[in-house]
Protein backbone atom coordinates (compact mmCIF):
# COMPACT_ATOMS: atom_id res chain seq x y z
CA UNK A 1 0.00 0.00 0.00
CA UNK A 2 1.00 3.44 -0.69
CA UNK A 3 -1.17 5.52 0.52
CA UNK A 4 -1.34 9.52 1.92
CA UNK A 5 -2.24 8.87 5.55
CA UNK A 6 -5.70 11.22 4.55
CA UNK A 7 -7.91 11.45 1.92
CA UNK A 8 -8.46 14.54 0.00
CA UNK A 9 -12.52 14.75 1.20
CA UNK A 10 -11.60 13.75 4.21
CA UNK A 11 -14.03 10.46 4.03
CA UNK A 12 -14.68 9.11 7.29
CA UNK A 13 -14.27 5.53 6.43
CA UNK A 14 -10.81 5.59 5.19
CA UNK A 15 -9.87 7.97 8.04
CA UNK A 16 -10.76 5.38 10.21
CA UNK A 17 -8.87 2.79 8.44
CA UNK A 18 -5.75 5.12 8.40
CA UNK A 19 -6.09 5.57 12.02
CA UNK A 20 -5.92 1.70 12.56
CA UNK A 21 -3.61 1.03 10.10
CA UNK A 22 -1.03 3.17 11.57
CA UNK A 23 -1.18 1.62 14.66
CA UNK A 24 -0.67 -1.84 13.63
CA UNK A 25 -4.61 -2.83 14.24
CA UNK A 26 -4.37 -4.30 10.45
CA UNK A 27 -7.18 -6.75 10.80
CA UNK A 28 -9.55 -4.18 12.64
CA UNK A 29 -8.97 -1.49 10.00
CA UNK A 30 -9.68 -4.74 7.18
CA UNK A 31 -12.76 -5.41 8.90
CA UNK A 32 -14.60 -1.65 8.60
CA UNK A 33 -14.22 -1.93 4.64
CA UNK A 34 -17.08 -3.13 2.80
CA UNK A 35 -16.37 -6.67 1.18
CA UNK A 36 -18.78 -6.40 -2.72
CA UNK A 37 -16.76 -3.83 -4.32
CA UNK A 38 -12.86 -4.75 -6.23
CA UNK A 39 -11.64 -1.63 -4.31
CA UNK A 40 -12.86 -2.43 -1.45
CA UNK A 41 -11.43 -5.94 -1.86
CA UNK A 42 -8.11 -4.84 -2.89
CA UNK A 43 -7.60 -2.68 0.12
CA UNK A 44 -8.74 -5.03 2.53
CA UNK A 45 -5.89 -7.42 0.92
CA UNK A 46 -3.32 -4.63 0.73
CA UNK A 47 -3.87 -4.52 4.58
CA UNK A 48 -3.53 -8.20 5.31
CA UNK A 49 -0.92 -8.43 3.12
CA UNK A 50 1.22 -5.83 5.04
CA UNK A 51 0.38 -6.96 8.44
CA UNK A 52 2.38 -10.07 7.60
CA UNK A 53 5.55 -7.80 6.57
CA UNK A 54 5.28 -6.24 9.97
CA UNK A 55 4.49 -9.06 12.11
CA UNK A 56 5.30 -12.17 10.54
CA UNK A 57 1.71 -14.13 11.07
CA UNK A 58 -1.74 -13.53 9.36
CA UNK A 59 -0.21 -15.19 6.15
CA UNK A 60 -3.47 -17.70 5.49
CA UNK A 61 -6.09 -14.55 6.40
CA UNK A 62 -3.55 -12.42 3.90
CA UNK A 63 -3.83 -15.14 0.93
CA UNK A 64 -7.66 -15.86 1.25
CA UNK A 65 -8.22 -11.83 1.19
CA UNK A 66 -5.76 -11.53 -1.99
CA UNK A 67 -7.58 -14.70 -3.70
CA UNK A 68 -11.22 -12.93 -3.01
CA UNK A 69 -8.96 -9.58 -4.44
CA UNK A 70 -7.95 -11.57 -7.45
CA UNK A 71 -11.37 -12.98 -8.45
CA UNK A 72 -13.37 -9.26 -7.95
CA UNK A 73 -11.10 -7.41 -10.38
CA UNK A 74 -12.36 -6.60 -13.74
CA UNK A 75 -10.03 -4.15 -15.36
CA UNK A 76 -6.43 -4.12 -16.09
CA UNK A 77 -5.73 -1.43 -13.14
CA UNK A 78 -7.50 -3.66 -11.03
CA UNK A 79 -5.69 -6.60 -11.90
CA UNK A 80 -2.49 -4.96 -11.89
CA UNK A 81 -3.21 -3.79 -8.58
CA UNK A 82 -3.96 -7.27 -7.39
CA UNK A 83 -0.43 -9.05 -9.04
CA UNK A 84 1.33 -6.00 -7.26
CA UNK A 85 -0.23 -7.48 -3.87
CA UNK A 86 0.32 -11.19 -4.60
CA UNK A 87 4.22 -10.00 -5.90
CA UNK A 88 4.60 -8.59 -2.10
CA UNK A 89 2.70 -11.16 0.10
CA UNK A 90 5.11 -13.57 -1.63
CA UNK A 91 8.52 -11.29 -1.20
CA UNK A 92 7.55 -11.55 2.09
CA UNK A 93 6.86 -14.90 2.42
CA UNK A 94 10.26 -15.20 1.26
CA UNK A 95 12.16 -12.27 3.51
CA UNK A 96 11.19 -13.59 6.33
CA UNK A 97 11.80 -17.49 5.98
CA UNK A 98 8.39 -18.79 6.04
CA UNK A 99 8.94 -20.23 2.34
CA UNK A 100 10.96 -19.18 -0.83
CA UNK A 101 8.86 -17.55 -2.99
CA UNK A 102 10.98 -15.36 -5.08
CA UNK A 103 10.12 -16.67 -8.50
CA UNK A 104 6.11 -15.90 -7.86
CA UNK A 105 6.90 -12.61 -6.69
CA UNK A 106 8.97 -12.16 -9.62
CA UNK A 107 6.29 -13.16 -12.33
CA UNK A 108 3.69 -11.47 -10.01
CA UNK A 109 5.18 -8.05 -10.20
CA UNK A 110 6.20 -8.83 -13.78
CA UNK A 111 2.33 -9.05 -14.60
CA UNK A 112 1.25 -6.17 -12.67
CA UNK A 113 4.18 -4.35 -14.56
CA UNK A 114 2.01 -5.36 -17.64
CA UNK A 115 -0.95 -4.05 -16.75
CA UNK A 116 0.22 -1.07 -14.73
CA UNK A 117 1.86 1.61 -17.88
CA UNK A 118 3.95 3.82 -16.97
CA UNK A 119 2.74 7.38 -14.90
CA UNK A 120 -0.59 5.45 -13.89
CA UNK A 121 -1.62 4.97 -10.18
CA UNK A 122 0.17 2.44 -8.16
CA UNK A 123 2.99 2.37 -10.80
CA UNK A 124 5.17 4.59 -8.44
CA UNK A 125 4.60 1.67 -5.46
CA UNK A 126 5.24 -1.57 -8.32
CA UNK A 127 8.27 0.08 -9.20
CA UNK A 128 9.35 0.29 -5.23
CA UNK A 129 8.60 -3.18 -4.91
CA UNK A 130 10.40 -4.42 -7.51
CA UNK A 131 13.18 -2.28 -5.89
CA UNK A 132 12.92 -4.45 -3.04
CA UNK A 133 13.08 -7.18 -4.56
CA UNK A 134 16.47 -6.12 -6.58
CA UNK A 135 17.76 -5.70 -3.32
CA UNK A 136 16.86 -7.95 -0.95
CA UNK A 137 16.36 -11.12 -3.01
CA UNK A 138 18.61 -10.49 -6.20
CA UNK A 139 21.08 -8.38 -4.22
CA UNK A 140 21.38 -5.88 -6.90
CA UNK A 141 21.76 -2.64 -5.46
CA UNK A 142 22.55 -0.93 -8.87
CA UNK A 143 18.67 -2.12 -10.31
CA UNK A 144 17.62 -1.67 -6.97
CA UNK A 145 18.42 1.91 -6.65
CA UNK A 146 17.19 2.90 -10.68
CA UNK A 147 13.83 1.38 -9.02
CA UNK A 148 13.84 3.11 -5.97
CA UNK A 149 14.35 6.27 -8.25
CA UNK A 150 11.90 5.54 -10.24
CA UNK A 151 9.36 5.07 -7.44
CA UNK A 152 10.53 8.11 -5.79
CA UNK A 153 9.68 10.34 -9.25
CA UNK A 154 6.57 8.50 -9.28
CA UNK A 155 5.48 9.01 -6.00
CA UNK A 156 6.21 13.04 -6.21
CA UNK A 157 4.38 13.48 -8.82
CA UNK A 158 1.57 11.33 -7.66
CA UNK A 159 1.68 13.43 -4.13
CA UNK A 160 2.08 10.23 -2.19
CA UNK A 161 4.24 11.15 0.98
CA UNK A 162 4.15 7.63 2.50
CA UNK A 163 5.24 6.22 -0.57
CA UNK A 164 7.81 8.87 -0.55
CA UNK A 165 8.94 8.32 2.95
CA UNK A 166 9.57 4.18 1.86
CA UNK A 167 11.47 5.52 -1.03
CA UNK A 168 13.57 8.09 0.84
CA UNK A 169 14.32 5.48 3.56
CA UNK A 170 15.90 2.58 1.14
CA UNK A 171 17.83 5.26 -1.14
CA UNK A 172 19.45 6.64 2.09
CA UNK A 173 20.07 2.66 2.92
CA UNK A 174 21.71 2.36 -0.29
CA UNK A 175 24.16 5.04 0.35
CA UNK A 176 25.11 4.34 3.90
CA UNK A 177 26.00 0.43 2.40
CA UNK A 178 28.29 2.93 -0.17
CA UNK A 179 29.92 5.36 2.55
CA UNK A 180 27.89 8.39 1.35
CA UNK A 181 26.74 9.33 5.32
CA UNK A 182 25.45 12.36 4.71
CA UNK A 183 23.13 11.53 1.89
CA UNK A 184 22.30 8.58 3.89
CA UNK A 185 21.70 10.85 6.64
CA UNK A 186 19.47 13.44 5.02
CA UNK A 187 17.16 10.45 3.52
CA UNK A 188 16.71 9.16 7.13
CA UNK A 189 15.51 12.21 8.16
CA UNK A 190 13.13 12.85 5.44
CA UNK A 191 11.85 9.77 5.62
CA UNK A 192 11.11 10.12 9.59
CA UNK A 193 9.44 13.73 8.59
CA UNK A 194 6.83 12.33 6.67
CA UNK A 195 6.26 9.44 8.60
CA UNK A 196 5.92 11.76 11.63
CA UNK A 197 3.52 14.28 9.68
CA UNK A 198 1.62 11.93 8.54
CA UNK A 199 1.38 9.83 11.90
CA UNK A 200 2.15 6.64 10.62
CA UNK A 201 3.17 5.22 13.93
CA UNK A 202 3.91 1.69 13.11
CA UNK A 203 7.23 3.05 10.73
CA UNK A 204 8.48 5.64 13.22
CA UNK A 205 10.61 3.34 14.88
CA UNK A 206 12.06 1.78 11.98
CA UNK A 207 12.83 5.10 10.84
CA UNK A 208 14.46 6.53 14.29
CA UNK A 209 16.70 3.61 14.54
CA UNK A 210 17.96 3.91 10.38
CA UNK A 211 18.58 7.42 11.51
CA UNK A 212 20.33 7.08 14.49
CA UNK A 213 23.07 4.91 12.19
CA UNK A 214 24.05 8.29 10.47
CA UNK A 215 24.04 10.30 14.07
CA UNK A 216 26.79 10.75 16.26
CA UNK A 217 26.18 10.15 20.34
CA UNK A 218 24.51 11.80 22.41
CA UNK A 219 21.97 11.80 19.49
CA UNK A 220 21.94 7.86 18.37
CA UNK A 221 20.88 6.91 21.70
CA UNK A 222 18.39 9.55 22.21
CA UNK A 223 16.93 8.30 19.06
CA UNK A 224 17.00 4.58 19.65
CA UNK A 225 15.44 5.27 22.82
CA UNK A 226 12.36 6.41 21.45
CA UNK A 227 12.33 3.78 18.89
CA UNK A 228 12.03 1.52 21.73
CA UNK A 229 9.48 3.52 23.83
CA UNK A 230 7.35 3.00 20.61
CA UNK A 231 8.06 -0.47 19.95
CA UNK A 232 7.18 -1.58 23.24
CA UNK A 233 3.81 0.94 23.02
CA UNK A 234 2.70 -1.18 19.76
CA UNK A 235 2.98 -5.01 21.31
CA UNK A 236 6.58 -5.43 19.82
CA UNK A 237 5.62 -4.33 16.22
CA UNK A 238 7.20 -4.66 13.99
CA UNK A 239 8.69 -7.57 14.86
CA UNK A 240 12.17 -7.62 13.04
CA UNK A 241 13.10 -3.98 14.48
CA UNK A 242 13.77 -6.08 17.96
CA UNK A 243 17.33 -7.23 16.97
CA UNK A 244 18.12 -3.58 16.55
CA UNK A 245 16.95 -2.16 19.68
CA UNK A 246 18.31 -5.02 22.22
CA UNK A 247 20.46 -2.37 24.38
CA UNK A 248 24.28 -3.88 24.48
CA UNK A 249 24.93 -6.11 28.08
CA UNK A 250 26.14 -4.24 30.72
CA UNK A 251 30.20 -3.81 30.30
CA UNK A 252 30.00 -4.68 26.39
CA UNK A 253 32.95 -3.24 23.88
CA UNK A 254 31.20 -1.01 21.65
CA UNK A 255 32.24 0.16 18.09
Not at 128 to 135: N, S
Not at 171 to 190: K, P
Not at 232 to 244: E, I, M
Amino acid sequence: MSGNGTTADDDPLQTAVWRLRSRACWADAAALLPTDTPGATLQRAALLVERCLYTERGWEAAEDALRTAEARAHSDEERGAAACERGQLAYTATLHGVRDRADEARAALGRAAALIPPGAPGRALLDFRRGLLAENLAHAPQAARAAYRRAHAGATAQSEPLLLSFTWRHLAGLALREGELAEARHGFAESLRLREELGYLVGTAPALVSLAETEPEPEASRLREEARRLFRLLGGVPTWLADHLTPPAPGAATA
